[in-house]
């Protein structure tokens, strides 16, 4: 065992092998370790060890077999019996923008409704002007302290999707800003959303509009701006033939795509986001049979958003009973943007997604690491395993149902992320 430990060396070629200098093994010991490696339960390993090697997991598996590591270990860490999961995997998120939308929240609760305030001109176009307002600093440095929030409760990957600039340098600006974050340690997967509302200066022209998108997404993609393709389809916004369009160009590109899908309306999203294979739906409140059967048919992710279900007083519930039911994988994720879901707690949508979806406690868990991973097309995180990502999230709770009980106060005491 020591000399597997010795020569693992992930991701080099062979040939690399020999010059490279042997990544930095460290152990973590004496954790309630939870895996989620298996399709079901939540793999407890009461009392577990890791060792990594660089950013992966070089092994895996209770204490009393850890082997002998000699020189091999340069760090030791005694967890004292805290809970070890997989770091979180928020998958779905808006998270550069400028401004905020408190005021319509307000509006909101006196009786106004998200469609009365988009319509009228606020909603997203109010976050477009903020945010094309602020320079790119600005928005890093906002964006950054989001960040840091998700991170301090658990979160080691993020997807961070555009569609507050809806231009072509706005847009490329806060992909860039999204590019950046991904320098600071926690891994970050970039989505364009420009098909996200139709900005001023093409008001009356959507069609327009989603023709420059097509023009402007080639170029975003040749800057390395781009991991996936994402659309709003939704009567406020776009319908399925302007998305089909987008999803178009995406696939020319060989850019998997997803789409916010039957929040306000059953549109028909969903069936046209499977046909073009797409890695999840999101939102899906007003979802139906048809969707799902070619949700299934796709292998395609319902993406759960149980925040902006709660901040629009939302009623209809997404079809839980009949996606489980249907073996279509479900994820949870904050959705963080100013308009539907101010929050930076995935942990709390895990509890949300359980007293108000009727996930279980294991299933909403699974939404937010190994689900959500898969999600984002990733198949290198969201469980614990031999030459996974080393993404830890170590928690002062007992039992990873937990993480779905207490609500609204931090229990995560640190996350580990790769060879960080
Ligand atoms: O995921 N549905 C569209 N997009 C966001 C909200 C955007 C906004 O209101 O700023 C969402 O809910
Ligand atoms: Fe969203």
Redesign the pocket.
């Known amino acids: 065992m020591t000399d597997f430990l010795e020569s693992f060396t992930p991701g080099l070629p062979e040939q690399a092998v020999a010059a490279a200098p042997a990544p930095a093994r460290r152990v973590w010991r004496h954790a309630r370790v939870a895996t989620l490696a298996d399709t079901t339960g939540w793999g407890l390993i009461e009392r577990g060890a890791i060792v990594t090697a660089g950013a992966r997991i070089a092994w895996i598996g209770p204490e009393s077999d850890l082997p002998a590591l000699g020189k091999a270990a340069v760090e030791e860490h005694d967890l004292g019996g805290a809970l070890l999961t997989p770091g979180l995997v928020d998958a ?1 998120t ?1 998270l550069v ?1 400028g401004g905020d ?1 408190a005021h319509e929240f307000e509006l909101r609760l006196q009786g106004a409704s ?1 469609e009365d305030i ?1 319509r009228a001109g606020g ?2 176009r109010s ?1 477009v002007a903020a945010t094309r307002a602020a320079s790119e600093d600005a928005l890093f440095a906002l964006a950054a302290g989001r960040l840091k929030t998700l991170r301090d409760g658990g979160v080691t990957t993020v997807e961070i999707k555009s ?2 600039g809806l231009s072509f340098e706005d847009e490329a600006r806060c992909l860039r800003v999204a590019r950046r974050l991904g320098r600071t340690g926690v891994g970050v997967r970039t989505t364009s959303l420009a098909a ?1 509302a139709l900005p001023p200066e093409f008001e009356g022209r959507a069609d327009d509009y989603i023709a420059a998108v097509c023009d402007w997404l080639p170029m975003w993609h040749a800057q390395g701006l781009v991991d996936a393709v994402d659309a ?1 389809c ?1 009567r406020i ?1 776009f319908s399925t033939a302007q998305v089909e369009r987008v999803f178009a160009t995406a696939q020319s590109l060989g850019l998997p795509v997803k789409l ?1 899908a039957e ?1 306000l309306s059953d549109s028909g999203g969903a069936e046209l986001a499977a046909r073009f294979q797409a890695l999840s739906c ?2 899906l409140e007003y979802l139906g049979a048809a969707g799902i059967a070619a949700m299934r048919a796709a292998g395609t992710v319902a993406m759960l ?1 149980p925040g ?1 279900y709660h901040f629009l007083r939302e009623t209809q519930l997404p079809p839980v009973a009949a996606l489980r039911e249907a073996g279509v994988a479900m994820a949870v994720s904050t ?1 963080h ?5 101010p929050t930076l707690s995935l942990a709390l949508m895990i509890h949300l997604a359980c007293v108000d979806f009727r996930l279980t406690p294991e299933e909403a868990v699974r939404g937010a690491t190994v689900n959500a991973a898969r999600a984002l097309g990733l198949a290198d995180r969201g469980a614990l395993a031999v030459d996974r990502r080393a993404d830890f999230a170590v928690w002062d709770l007992e039992h990873p149902r937990e993480l779905a009980y207490w609500f609204g106060h931090p229990a995560c005491r640190a996350t580990i992320l790769g060879a960080t």
């Not at 943007?337 to 879901?341: F, H």
């Open positions: 779905h808006h923008y939308r998200y988009a909603g997203i976050t569609g507050y996200h709003f939704e916004a916010h929040q999101d939102h958003l902006a959705d943007n100013p308009g539907t879901s």
